[in-house]
Nanobody, 128 residues
Framework: QVQLVESGGGLVQAGVSLRLSCAAS????????MGWFRQAPGKEREFTAA????????VYTDSVKGRFTISRDNAKNMVYLQMNSLKPEDTAVYYCAADYRPGDSYSAPTSGNSYNYWGQGTQVTVSS
């Protein structure tokens, strides 16, 4: 059974940092591109960041470039999202997702429709 479990969310003030973690189990982690998505209250889920199977290719949505960093540790089956200089508009539930790509080491998909598995999400609230 595939499980993606996010952690690290919380209530913080604007300007501080948080690090989200996603622990994956029940899958061959290195065969999956990984992504982070977020959904703010009353809004559609949106792409935030993605990383290819080997970590060589990384994509960010424009609003987080220069502030957020996605990384992965294939030995630990973990993916991370380091979030710096947080803003109130970063408030959302953050979801980790896995996209099976056995023959593709370079893609970091930005469409949620590409992803096979999703975590339950972790709430990030940034106060002004």
């Amino acid at each position: 059974q595939v499980q993606l479990v996010e952690s690290g969310g919380g209530l913080v003030q604007a300007g501080v940092s948080l690090r989200l973690s996603c622990a994956a189990s029940g899958l061959t982690f290195r065969s999956y591109a990984m992504g982070w998505f977020r959904q703010a209250p009353g809004k559609e889920r949106e792409f935030t960041a993605a990383i290819s199977r080997r970590g060589s290719d990384i994509v960010y949505t424009d609003s987080v470039k220069g502030r957020f960093t996605i990384s992965r540790d294939n030995a630990k089956n973990m993916v991370y999202l380091q979030m710096n200089s947080l803003k109130p508009e970063d408030t959302a539930v953050y979801y980790c997702a896995a996209d099976y790509r056995p023959g593709d080491s370079y893609s970091a998909p930005t469409s949620g429709n590409s992803y096979n598995y999703w975590g339950q999400g972790t709430q990030v609230t940034v106060s002004s």
